[in-house]
Structures are given as C-alpha cells and as structure tokens.
C-alpha cells in the first residue's frame, strides 16, 4: 500500500516549495494585482455571452414553392389628393391586382401634414334627386334606379349607379374617362368639384399587400389603370391636370414580418420633386429570410436592398407615367438566423482557457521583470566595486 501511495506521490506535477523559500516582490504584487484584473474582466466578458443567445447564420437555396409576399407599407404623397391616388400591383406570372381597395386605409391630409377627418368612401356623396335611368329617362318614385354605363356595360343587366361604378366599367373595356361632367352621375356627385376641393391636400396610405412569391412590381399612381393593347396606362384625363407632384415620404416598407435585428433601408426615406412630373423607381432585391428564436419558433420574412432611379416625364412616352413605382425581384438565396446558448462545457473551456493563459503570460512578465531587475543591480554591484 505504501508503495502505491509513493507512486501516486511521485506523479505530482505540482510540487510543494517550503515557504521560506519564497522571494515575494513589489513587481510581482503589481503583475498579480494586474492579471487579476484582465481575469475578472474576461470572466465577466465571457459570462454575459454565456448567458446571453448568439445568432447564428447560414446561407442556403431558397426551394420553397408556391408561397406568398406579404408587402407592408406607410407611404406619405403630401401634393397628391387621395381622391385620385390608386395603387395597383402586377407579377410576371400575369397576375394583376388594379386599384387596390381591400386591406388599404387612406387619409386626407392638410397642406401642414395634419390628418383631416375622413369622409365616406368614393368621390362625393350621390344626390337621389331624379338620376337619368339606364334607358334614358329620368328615375320615377316608383322605379329602381339603374344608372347607364354609356357604353361600357358587360351585359344588358349591367347597372352603373355612381360616378365610381361608370369609371370602373371604361377601366374594365380599357376606356379612357376623358370629360366626367358628360356623365350623369359623376356629375351628380360633383366629381370635379371634389377634386378641385381637394387641391393642395396630400395622402397618406397604408396597410399591406399579398402577393405570389415571383417578380415583380406595385405603385402608386394618379388615376384609374388599365390595359391599352397590352400596355399598362392610367387615366389621368379625368382630372384636367397637366402635372402631378409625386413627392412622397416612405414611414415604412417591408417584405414580410418583423424580426430581431432587421433593417429596413427604405424606412423613413423621403424624396422631394423639382421637375414638373415624372416617375420615381425603386428596384428592390429581396431575400427570403429565416428567423428561429430560443423557443424554436420560426418567422418567415424577408429583407431587402434597394436602388433609385427618376425619369422624366417626357410627351407621348408611356411608360414615363407619373408615380412611384417599386420593382422587386427575389433572391434565390435564402439566409437563416438561429438563435442558440453557448453550451456549459464551451463556457468552463473558455473559463480554463482564460485562467490559464493569463496565469502564464503574467508568470512569463513577472519572471522577466524579477530577472531583470537582478541583473541590473548585480552590475550596478560591480560597477562600485570597481
């Protein structure tokens, strides 16, 4: 038994020194003092990422298929009156979406940037004073009212009963509404008098919209759009306007839902129009994204990098239409973010690791500095004795 105990005896890697052969200096109390300092700091340093999650990044292809865009936006026209600002959106697929209505709020806003109080939808409020029928006469007490189309109507059943329904049947024929007082309705309601009303006001629109997850592009626009021999145009005869200011302030556009860390490079961007009119483009490069937090939960989002462009608006030229235009494309790479903890194990490692390294860098400097300090005073020792 002994003979085990002075085995196990002689593999210490630590042996003892007697205290009384310890040589304590001032040096070495500074080192100490010093290095306990660089270890409590980095104790602290490593602790907090320990207890704190890190994120970690992966790039991989996008394989999803048949999926949807979520496109939020608050956008903000302070010289285009909300009575003729339209948005629509189109992909390359061939899907349309004209005159977005549905998940959209708009707000009329004062030349001051105040929000004015809303008004009932569509432009004016129709008088019910003896409209003209559909077949030419004017509305009896005891008749149903059904508006003409003047020319438009799909089919003989068709009813156009306001200014809105006659300017959404010539958009569905691909007319152009070029002088509204010629219609009995839009007379009725005062479809130019409300615009004019409203000149000087701005706009502000929000909400979202829900897109196929391919290419390409919507905008905001003057008036009612439609397909002209293939041609995407919108009707700006109606309002008897030879410019239009689109001048905007983007409070928020984003793909998708909201994450830790995300940045949205068009948020807050604002752009002020010098030129008479012309068309304000955004071309936008988005990548899907994966977020998955401690809890496993996962969003599926995007972001987004962006270029600009203006082009003027120039005579006879189509597709310098007025308005703000945002063309978007995907990115066949998709990113994903986890977020995770620092294992126990890593941490005690690092632990060791600082300990450790710290303890033998200052034992280097102390022994450096304690040799040294020797050496000069051994020849300054013999520099007197000489």
């Not at 897109?211 to 905008?219: E, I, Q, R, S």
């Not at 998709?334 to 860098?361: D, P, Q, R, W, Y």
């Not at 020797?374 to 020792?381: P, Y």
């Amino acid at each position: 038994m002994d003979s085990i105990m002075n085995k196990l005896r002689n593999l210490d890697a630590y042996p003892k020194i007697n205290e009384d052969f310890y040589s304590r200096t001032l040096s070495g109390g500074v080192i100490t003092l010093a290095s306990s300092i660089v270890m409590l700091l980095l104790f602290i340093s490593e602790l907090r990422l320990y207890l704190h999650a890190v994120t970690e990044t992966k790039l991989v292809v996008d394989t999803s298929r048949g999926e949807t865009l979520r496109i939020n936006f608050d956008v903000i026209f302070p010289a285009l009156p909300c009575s003729i600002l339209s948005l629509d959106a189109m992909d390359i697929s061939g899907e349309q979406h004209l005159d977005v209505k549905h998940d959209i709020i708009k707000k009329r806003l004062d030349s001051h940037g105040n929000v004015i109080e809303s008004r009932q939808e569509g432009i004016g409020a129709p008088k019910i004073e003896k409209p003209l029928q559909r077949h030419g006469g004017r509305l009896d007490h005891n008749e149903t009212y059904c508006g003409s189309c003047f020319g438009a109507e799909m089919s003989d059943e068709d009813c156009c009963n306001s200014c809105e329904d006659v300017r959404e049947a010539y958009r569905k024929k691909g007319w152009a509404l070029s002088n509204p007082d010629l219609i009995d309705q839009c007379k009725r309601e005062g479809f130019l008098q409300r615009i004019k009303d409203e000149e000087g006001e701005g706009c502000n629109i929000y909400g979202f919209l829900e897109v196929n997850k391919v290419a390409g592009n919507f905008h905001f626009a003057p008036g009612k759009s439609f397909q002209q021999s293939g041609v995407h145009v919108h009707d700006l005869l109606a309002f008897q306007k030879d410019s239009f200011n689109i001048s905007h302030k983007i409070n928020r556009l984003s793909f998708g839902d909201f994450f830790p860390g995300v940045v949205n490079p068009l948020d807050s961007v604002q752009w002020i129009q010098q030129t008479p009119s012309g068309m304000y483009q955004y071309f936008i490069k988005v990548v899907p994204t994966v977020y998955t937090d401690l809890s496993g939960h996962t969003i599926q989002s995007n972001q987004f990098s962006v270029t600009e462009h203006f082009r003027n608006a120039e005579l006879g030229h189509l597709q310098s239409l007025p308005g703000v235009f945002f063309f978007y494309d995907l990115s066949p790479i998709k990113v994903t973010f986890t977020e995770e903890h620092i294992s126990f194990l890593h941490f005690l490692t690092n632990m060791c690791a600082i300990v450790g390294g710290v303890f033998t860098v200052s034992g280097i400097l102390d022994s450096f500095v304690y040799h040294g300090q020797r050496a000069i005073k051994k020849k300054m020792e013999l520099g007197k004795f000489s």
